[in-house]
């Protein structure tokens, strides 16, 4: 039992520190505890289906599971947003990572949802943050965070302390291990150095890899031809993936490729697995999924495909993959056209996202949430027409104004305009003073 739920947690990982400490705890029986933390800057992209689907695997194991929304963090990380707008982030991702948990069919009642600021303002936390400023070298804050916090050539403080306070949420979350991207490691090692010098004890780190941006490299949220967002339309997919990278042949570096590997072919062995009844400890797992949560195959699929390539028949018919290292082997042979092998990923990710999209649009709060925490940049700010003030006439004036007291009788005729303007002129020749006087 205990070996089958360490391969639970553990299977699809990069890498594991500290396996041993998760060993010891299942073979006493015990129930691991670990945290998975976000913290809410720019729109949350695709490759977040890895770790939240990895986290189903967890829940089968029987670990419980901490979603830290890292508000404070995400302030720290070289001021990318007031703490006004992280505020309606932080709202933004609650309701979208709700929305993904929910579309994977993940119980979300068995999650914890902690925001950051919620204990990192504590008069401990704090002391515990002097503690580590103490010890920790300029160096190794650096160091730690180079992967994570955004570099630039005079780094801000902030960005020094966010690898202390990562390590410190271990402790004050109680953790058992911490799940991240494996460009995070240097964060872990970090916290397994320097916890046990606050007499705290050492924790393990799991690791996904990281899935490559549609043009290589990272996928990342602050660049948004390299990423496809979680609310992108059918027709904006399609058209991100028709110019992701993808050269015949070349299977390193291949953003679409790589999305099938840590994405679409967990999930079909996840919803597989499901049908089968094999879910381990979450006896919960799909009962309020929405949308199509059938594998990523054709109809026809031979038994224990998990993802296939639809291909007319004069083209040769459909591909059919039991595994990735299959395909991989396939598309490196050119055995399969990049065309083909796109169209499948764009409609596997249309497929995702539907239900997600849907949720967006039957909430008008999270509609509401979304314009607070990603204002469009070039919306023209509302013009105010100035409102209108009322002078009153002065007295004797207006339409409705009555004649004064002592006012000339009604018989006596009023004066024409010219006559008025000639009385003016006469009385103003009076008051000029003559040129002769002033010499």
């Known amino acids: ?66 979603i830290l929304l890292a508000d404070v963090h995400a302030f720290l990380d070289n001021l990318k947003a007031p703490l006004e707008l992280v505020a309606h982030r932080t709202s933004y991702y609650k309701k979208i990572l709700l929305a993904v948990f929910t579309s994977l069919g993940i119980p979300t ?64 979350l109680d953790c058992d291990f911490q799940f991240g ?39 990342s949220s602050s660049d948004p031809d390299s990423k496809i ?45 499901r049908a089968k009844g094999e879910t381990g400890a979450d006896a919960e797992e799909g009962a309020d999924a929405v949308g199509d949560q059938t594998p990523f195959t054709v109809e026809g699929a031979p038994k224990g495909t998990v993802f296939s390539i639809f291909r007319k028949e004069e083209h040769g018919g459909s591909l059919h993959y039991a595994s990735f290292d299959a395909l991989k082997e396939d598309f490196k042979e050119k055995k399969v056209h990049p065309k083909d092998l796109k169209a499948a990923v764009a409609e596997g990710i249309v497929r995702l996202l539907d239900p997600i999209r849907q949720a967006f649009q039957n909430d008008e709060e999270w509609q509401k949430v979304e314009k607070l925490a990603y204002p469009d940049p070039n919306a023209k700010p509302e013009k105010k027409k100035k409102a209108k003030v009322y002078h009153p006439p002065p007295p004797g004036k207006g339409k409705n104004a009555k004649p004064a007291e002592g006012a000339a009788s009604e018989n006596v005729a009023a ?25």
Request: neutral net charge; contains cysteine.
């Open 1 to 66: 039992m205990a070996e089958a739920k360490f391969e639970l947690i553990t299977r699809r990982l990069q890498e594991v520190l500290g396996a041993d400490l998760i060993k010891t705890i299942l073979t006493q029986g015990g129930t691991p505890k670990c945290y998975w933390g976000t913290a809410p800057t720019g729109r949350p992209h695709i490759g977040y289906f890895v770790p939240l689907t990895k986290i189903a695997d967890f829940l089968r194991a029987g670990v419980h599971v901490t």
């Open 109 to 172: 009642t068995k999650l914890h949802f902690v925001e950051g600021s919620s204990y990192q303002l504590t008069k401990e936390y704090n002391l515990d943050n002097y503690k580590l400023c103490a010890i920790v070298t300029e160096h190794d804050a650096k160091k730690a965070g180079a992967e994570v916090v955004k570099q630039v050539e005079s780094p801000l403080l902030s960005g020094l302390l966010y690898p202390g306070l990562q390590a410190l949420d271990e402790q004050y």
């Open 181 to 219: 991207g494996v460009d995070q490691r240097k964060i872990f090692t970090f916290a397994e150095l320097y916890l046990p010098r606050l007499g705290y004890k050492k924790r393990a780190h799991l690791m996904n890899a990281m899935v490559p941006g549609l043009g290589g490299g990272k996928m």
């Open 229 to 273: 967002d979680f609310l992108d339309a059918p027709e904006v997919v399609r058209r991100k993936i028709k110019k992701a990278f993808c050269e015949e042949g070349n299977a390193e570096d291949n953003g679409v490729l790589s999305f099938v590997q840590a994405v679409l072919i967990p999930i079909s062995e996840l919803r597989i697995e």
């Open 415 to 439: 004066e024409t305009p010219t006559e008025v303007a000639h009385s003016e002129a006469e009385a103003a020749k009076q008051q000029e003073t003559p040129l002769s006087r002033l010499t």
